[in-house]
């Protein structure tokens, strides 16, 4: 089993940056794709970022391409979503989840997921 815990949400002003935390145990020999993903109130739940559990191979949302940055601490067993100029759609539970397939944005393949941080936007 994979164990994935997010951390570093919180509430933070319009235009602030931010940044997010999934640490992943247990057999992390198994990982190959670490993601990203959000959902806000009442929507589902949508992709945000994907990487490689080696560091390579960023994949963001179209949407979001720009203001949000991937990446991996090997020495941690980390993974970072980096949120910058925060804007008002950004508001939502952010999960971290773990599959086997390079690029997928699709939920159905990871194959596990964390509980989630909660981020808002205070005014």
């Known amino acids: 089993q994979v164990q994935l815990v997010e951390s570093g949400g919180g509430s933070v002003q319009s235009g602030d940056s931010l940044r997010l935390s999934c640490a992943a145990s247990?057999?992390?020999?198994?990982?190959?794709?670490m993601g990203w993903f959000r959902q806000s109130s009442g929507k589902e739940r949508e992709f945000v970022a994907s990487i490689s559990w080696n560091g390579g191979f960023p994949n963001y949302a179209d949407s979001l391409k720009g203001r949000f940055t991937i990446s991996r601490d090997k020495t941690r067993n980390t993974v970072w979503l980096q949120v910058n100029s925060r804007q008002p759609e950004d508001p939502a539970v952010y999960y971290c989840?773990?599959?086997?397939?390079?690029?997928?944005?699709?939920?159905?393949?990871?194959?596990?997921w964390g509980q989630g941080t909660q981020v808002t936007v205070s005014s």
């Open positions: 247990g057999r992390i020999s198994v990982l190959y794709v």
């Open positions: 989840a773990a599959g086997g397939v390079l690029y997928s944005r699709d939920l159905s393949a990871y194959d596990y």
